[in-house]
C-alpha cells in the first residue's frame, strides 16, 4: 500500500510532461509487478515465532522497562542532591536558565535511545514467499541490494591491462623480459615444490600408518592441501597422533 501510495503523490503522477505518468492504482501495480520481474524486490511473508522466542522477547522488554526505571530514579535522585545544594549555598537567587539547559541536554540525550527501541521492536522475522507477485494489500516486500565492490572493479582493470600488456611482449625492453622470464622460474619452481612435498608427506603417512597398523598418523605440513591462506598453509609443520584400542573403540 505504501508502494502504491508513494507514486501517486509523486511527480510521475501529477505532472502532465513526463513520460511515465501513474493514473491510477493498476497502473502502479502493473510497474511494480514489472521491478519485481527484473529482481528489483520481492515478496515475503512473515515467521510466526515459537513460544521459547516470545518468552525471551518478554523477558527482554522487561529487563529494559526496569533498566529505564532505574535510570530514571537515578535522575530523581540527582535532581533532588543539586536542589538541596543550591539551597544550602549562599546564593541568593539560582540561576534556572543553566538548570533548563541541563534539562534539554538530558531530554536530547533520550531521544536517540527511544528510537534505537523503537527500530528494535519493529524488526521481523521474513521468509521469501513462493507466489511472487505484488498485491495491492498489507503485504510486505524487500529490496534485493547487492552493490558491487570496488575490488572487484579494480581487479577487472587489473586484469584487463595485464592481458595487454602480455599481448605487446615482443615490444617490452630486455632486462623486463629477462626479469619475468626468471620470475616465471622461480614461481615454477615453487609450484613444483609444493606438489613434490604433497607427494611424500602422502607417501610417508601411508608408510608409518602400515608399519604400525594404523597406530601412528603423521602428517608433514597438515593445512598444505587445506583452504586456508597462504601463511596458513605452512601451520603446523606437522601433526602427531597416536591411536590406542580404546581411541578406535570410541
Known amino acids: 500500500n505504501q508502494a502504491i ?15 511515465i505518468q501513474f493514473t491510477d492504482r493498476k497502473s502502479c501495480v502493473y510497474f ?21 522466542d516470545k518468552d525471551k522477547l518478554k ?7 526496569i533498566e529505564d526505571d532505574k535510570e530514571k530514579k537515578n535522575k530523581k535522585d540527582t535532581k533532588k542532591i543539586k536542589d538541596k545544594d543550591a539551597k544550602d549555598s549562599d546564593a541568593d537567587k539560582p540561576d534556572t536558565s543553566d538548570e533548563k539547559k541541563v534539562d534539554e541536554k538530558e531530554k536530547k540525550k533520550d531521544e536517540p535511545k527511544k528510537e ?6 519493529k524488526k521481523l522475522r521474513l521468509n521469501m514467499a513462493d507466489e511472487q507477485r505484488f498485491i495491492d494489500a498489507e503485504e510486505i516486500y524487500v529490496w534485493i541490494y547487492d552493490p558491487v565492490p570496488m575490488s572487484t572493479f579494480l581487479i577487472g582493470l587489473l586484469m584487463v591491462l595485464g592481458a595487454a600488456l602480455l599481448c605487446v611482449f615482443p615490444l617490452w625492453p630486455d632486462w623486463l623480459r629477462v626479469a619475468v622470464y626468471y620470475v616465471s622460474l622461480v614461481g615454477a619452481s615453487f609450484v613444483g615444490f609444493i606438489l613434490f612435498l604433497a607427494v611424500v608427506r602422502g607417501c610417508l603417512f601411508c608408510v608409518l600408518w602400515l608399519l604400525t597398523l594404523g597406530k601412528v598418523h603423521l602428517w608433514i605440513l597438515p593445512n598444505l592441501t587445506e583452504d586456508v591462506g597462504f601463511f596458513d598453509s605452512f601451520k603446523p609443520l606437522y601433526t602427531y597422533k597416536f591411536i590406542t584400542k580404546e581411541d578406535k573403540e570410541n
Open 5 to 19: 501510495n508513494t507514486l501517486l503523490d509523486s511527480k510521475w503522477a501529477k505532472s502532465t510532461k513526463s513520460d
Open 116 to 121: 534505537e527501541k523503537k527500530k528494535k521492536e
Open 59 to 65: 523477558k527482554k522488554k522487561k529487563d529494559e522497562e
Open 32 to 52: 511494480l509487478e514489472r521491478l519485481m520481474v527484473k529482481g528489483l524486490f520481492h515478496r515475503a511473508t512473515k515467521i510466526e515465532r515459537s513460544k521459547k
